[in-house]
């Protein structure tokens, strides 16, 4: 089992940046691809950026593309979201999400993730 733990969300006015951690424990994710999505409120939660377990593919949404990137510190076994350039329509709460499949495909689907933080609220004022 892999517990997740997302931190780093709060309030920001639009153009300004933010970066979320993601700390797994229970086991090692070097060999997890892991994910962030959102779910604003009324809607449905969506993909928003993936990185495959060897850090060598990034899979973006392309609302967040040229302005999001995720990174992966095995070391730390934590990962992080950078998000810059924020938008109003960036607003919800983000979750982090690991797929312990170790292919090499980076899904969009929330299906194919296995474990899932509580998620952190992020809010671009505007």
């Known amino acids: 089992q892999v517990q997740l733990v997302e931190s780093g969300g709060g309030l920001v006015q639009a153009g300004g940046s933010l970066r979320l951690s993601c700390a797994a424990s229970?086991?090692?994710?070097?060999?997890?691809?892991m994910g962030w999505f959102r779910q604003a409120p009324g809607k449905e939660r969506e993909f928003v950026i993936a990185?495959?377990?060897?850090?060598?593919?990034?899979r973006y949404a392309d609302s967040v593309k040229g302005r999001f990137t995720i990174s992966k510190d095995n070391a730390k076994n934590t990962v992080y979201l950078q998000m810059n350039s924020l938008k109003p329509e960036d607003t919800g709460v983000y979750y982090c999400?690991?797929?312990?499949?170790?292919?090499?495909?980076?899904?969009?689907?929330?299906?194919?993730?296995?474990?899932w933080g509580q998620g952190t609220q992020v809010t671009v004022s505007s």
């Open positions: 990185i495959l377990w060897s850090t060598t593919n990034i």
């Open positions: 999400a690991a797929d312990r499949d170790g292919g090499s495909f980076m899904y969009t689907s929330i299906s194919r993730y296995d474990y």
């Open positions: 229970g086991r090692s994710i070097s060999t997890y691809t």
